[in-house]
Nanobody, 126 residues
């Protein structure tokens, strides 16, 4: 089973920034859509940002457009999520995910993804 290793996260005040990282294996890894989901207590897991590893096409949830940016380091097979102008409603556990190329679309469906990170807590205080 593919292991995705997350780092980053933490606690910040509203308006602050955080950066998450997700490292995928460099060998025998052929999942072409990587990105981030989040889950707040009592809520379903929701897509945040996705990126294809071919052509670097990106998709963002409306709630984070203009504030979050997904990027990728192809040499290390690492995906990043830069989160700026954070709001209390961004508080959640953030999960890195990887799936087939077709999973990268505006409608982000968690069930389409095959590999997940362990999750990292992001807390934004007002």
């Amino acid at each position: 089973q593919v292991q995705l290793v997350e780092s980053g996260g933490g606690s910040v005040q509203a308006g602050g920034s955080l950066k998450l990282s997700c490292a995928a294996p460099k060998e025998n890894f052929n999942l072409e859509c990587m990105g981030w989901f989040r889950q707040a207590p009592g809520n379903e897991r929701e897509g945040v940002a996705l990126m294809t590893t071919i052509a670097d096409n990106t998709h963002y949830a409306d709630a984070v457009k203009g504030r979050f940016a997904i990027s990728r380091d192809a040499a290390t097979n690492t995906v990043y999520l830069q989160m700026d102008r954070l709001k209390p409603e961004d508080t959640a556990i953030y999960y890195c995910a990887a799936g087939p190329y077709g999973a990268c679309r505006t409608r982000m469906v968690a069930e389409w993804f095959e590999a997940w990170g362990q999750g990292t807590q992001v807390t934004v205080s007002s």
